[in-house]
């Protein structure tokens, strides 16, 4: 292959060409800085991006390749790749997509960015999100929204649609995102890729990152399992401090070790009500799901129809915990913030300790309730969206209330695992007639990563989509 189609490579396939010697990373990250200027206008998957700092790594790699021992080398040595803006970087300015923050240089950096440095990935930069990661969509006031590689007029979804358009686009091969309500799996489905939320505390927000909910969890986005599963690698080491530790693998295991593993035959159960009884699935989102429970089906394993284990109960007190978390940014200029943010602190400001406890608490009631139903299975089928990416503008045709209302068709099925903690992904098995990409959800048991890797590898399999790209992938 051409240096013009290095970024038709997957992050696992790009580390072995660097190890063998077949190109390096000062070409990886040149061809993909090439890439960025060339689309991100048009994407705007960047809040900043980094390119001298890339070309210094990039350059330091290659030294470290001819005088180093290869079998030293971190298994993601000389890939490019791209952080959220959420997560804090001191080399570079995190935004929080926020104005207020427009100059914000952190004095300690994410025990994510650090991991993902030791794994021997280079950042070409930080990824747009929306103003605190409030949105189902990415729209800021800094560089504007990001849109799907598929239609630019579509949304690429939030809170990282920034890093799915990236990785949709053939920016960087992989990216790291974060989730506290669908927000990796949201914009996977919006740009056809893969993307994964961990469980709860499979990946540290440490060292000052919060925990309080125990709503949001870092993780990747990709075109293949083994790209998710190879970052889940490089992520999943808990942090001295951290509130909650997902279980870790046996000892000599790896997550890439399960995207190669035959998950068995497994009891799936498949549902498709939203939980609200306004909003109804789209068609062609609806027979996507049904395809994929009958694919499922088609490979061995038991599928059976069950109700929504969640049904309405958490409603209420996730948006409650929502509009509280919304505060755990101090700013001292509150006049910059976006309208939308305005509404959901002053939503969070007006609720009492007694009535955020209630909400935590009937979260997590609801949730042990639906674990409970879920227990007979290994995995849970929904749809991922209710409805297909709508333009970004579309959600601010009207004030703040009507803003978030109309968000519920992107995270309708999404948010309820953040509150149960379960891993779920987004996986891209669908498309419609007019050529929008369309996702399915599967989530697993509580610290189920593993046997959920195997089994969205052994669809991946069967129904490839990595070949299936936008046009300007090409």
Known sequence: MGQSGLHELDAVAQAAAVRGGEISPVELVEHHLDRIARYDAQLGAFLTVTAESARDQASSAEQRLTHGDLDALPPLFGVPTAIKDLSATTDVRTTFGSKAFEEFVP???AHAVRLLREAGTISLGKTNTPEFGLSGYTDNDL???????????RTAGGSSGGAAA???????????GSDGGGSIRIPAACCGIFGLKPSRGRISNGPVGSDVTGFTIQGPLSWTVRDAAAMLDALAHPQPGDPYWAPPLPDGESFLQYAGRDPGRLRIGVYTDPGLDELAVDPEIMAAHTAAAELLASLGHEVVEIPNPFGDTLRDSFLGIWATQSLLMKTASEEQLRPLSKWWREIGRGLSAEQFLDAMTGTQLGSRRAVEAMDAFDAV???TLAVHPPAPEWFQEGDALLEAQRQTGLSCFTAAFNASGQPAASLPLGQSADGVPIGVMLAGRPAGEAALISLCAQIEAAQPWAHRRPPLFA
């Open 381 to 383: 089928l929904t749809p």
């Open 166 to 176: 990236a990785v949709a686009a053939g920016l960087v091969p992989f990216a790291h």
């Open 143 to 153: 560089v504007g929204p990001a849109r799907s590689p598929w239609d630019t007029a």
């Open 107 to 109: 004095q300690r950096e």
